[in-house]
């Protein structure tokens, strides 16, 4: 059978904020730091991106990051990002380029998940951008104060060409998408078969934190005021696990990232 062969986590960021934002009505006052994560998916097909992380650009430059961080929305500041945590840093040290992706798979459009998509272009890479209809809709609605809207442009100003997708489909055999909104809009997760082990199930934000699937307690951050379609998908992405013997791997956890493994499946 035909599956993903190896799965890199790769830590693009840290962000240091309450744990409320993480925790539905959960937490206040109390302070954690978060891993930024994007997650590169090899198969017999081609390589996956999972998110991309933020752009460094508006994080390392004075001016773009008092514009975008203004702390009047973001209480807690930019994220902390070093040049050697951009994705083609990343890529390069598994001697990749960025035109060695052939998709990237956007789960949702905040700046966290989608700012490195410029960057990634502008160093070649040319593959399709995967994302779901109802969150590129709502995305561009202004509504959401964690989309930042030039992100969903390219360097010249013009809509970057989305592959928009609606609902859950097979990337590629052992690779499927899953829907679990609530978080966002059109909030997608990842079902991963590898040879070895128990298949990975990425779970984005729609459980940022071991606590969010242990607890089924809705993200901090919600579309619309949706905790009860939030709670749902942390169900779903249980259930889903349960049936196919996989792992849950929560997006923003650091202790849980501190004990991941630097690569999953085939050895090199």
């Known amino acids: 059978m035909t599956r993903a062969t190896r799965l890199w986590p790769l830590l693009t960021a840290t962000h240091r904020y309450d744990k409320s934002i993480s925790t539905y009505r959960r937490g206040a006052g109390q302070t954690i730091e978060a891993p930024i994560l994007a997650y590169l998916v090899e198969t017999p097909n081609g390589r996956i991106l999972y998110d991309v992380g933020c752009d460094h650009a508006k994080i390392a430059d004075p001016a773009l990051r008092a514009r975008h961080y203004d702390p009047a929305v973001f209480a807690f500041g930019a994220p902390e990002m070093g040049e050697e945590q951009c994705l083609p840093r990343h890529l390069a040290r598994l001697g990749l380029t960025p035109a060695d992706v052939d998709v990237v798979f956007v789960g949702h459009l905040h700046f966290d998940h989608a700012g490195g998509l410029r960057e990634l272009r502008r160093c070649g890479c040319g593959a399709e951008i995967h994302v779901q209809q109802e969150e590129l809709k709502a995305a561009r609605s202004g509504e959401d104060v964690a989309v930042f809207a030039d992100e969903l442009l390219d360097q010249a100003g013009r809509p970057l060409p989305f592959t928009v997708r609606e609902g859950e ?68 992405l249980k259930a889903l696990a349960a049936e196919t013997g996989a792992e849950l791997w929560p997006n923003h956890d650091m202790d849980f990232f501190r004990r991941l493994p630097a690569v999953r499946g085939e050895p090199s």
């Open 169 to 236: 489909y097979e990337l590629t055999p052992g690779v499927q998408a899953v829907a679990t909104p609530g978080h966002t809009a059109g909030h997608m997760s990842m079902w991963i078969e590898l040879p070895t082990g128990a298949p990975v199930l990425l779970c984005g934000d729609a459980a940022d934190l071991q606590e969010n699937l242990d607890d089924e307690v809705a993200p901090g951050g919600l579309w619309q005021g949706r905790e009860a379609q939030a709670i749902a998908s942390i169900r779903k």
